[in-house]
């Protein structure tokens, strides 16, 4: 049933531009969730033991040579050079 404005209001179970179509819905998840698989990667079941030590041993020996480095550069009585951006209108010797 249409109207006068030009609107129609469709009977219980019809829909649709001109109420032609039954009501229903869709089973199909058309576009379901996104997972890294969806691409084509698929990762290891498992990490083999020895590639997981040789990352926590390589992390140890970073952080170890880092710390050695500011023992070393302490004990050197190096200290970092001061702040001369304010000299010569801020830009220093190479502006």
Excluded at 44 to 65: E, I, K, N, Q
């Amino acid at each position: 049933t249409c109207l006068a404005g030009g609107a129609c209001e469709c009977a219980e179970g019809w829909t649709g531009p001109h109420c032609l179509v039954p009501a229903g819905y869709d089973d199909v998840v058309w576009d379901g969730p996104d997972t890294i698989a969806d691409v084509g990667f698929h990762p290891p079941a498992y990490f083999p033991a020895t590639l997981v030590a040789g990352f926590a041993a390589l992390f140890v020996v970073l952080v170890v040579g880092m710390i050695m480095k500011g023992r070393s550069d302490s004990a050197e009585g190096y200290s970092p050079v001061p702040n001369v951006s304010g000299v010569d209108g801020g830009g220093g010797q190479f502006a």
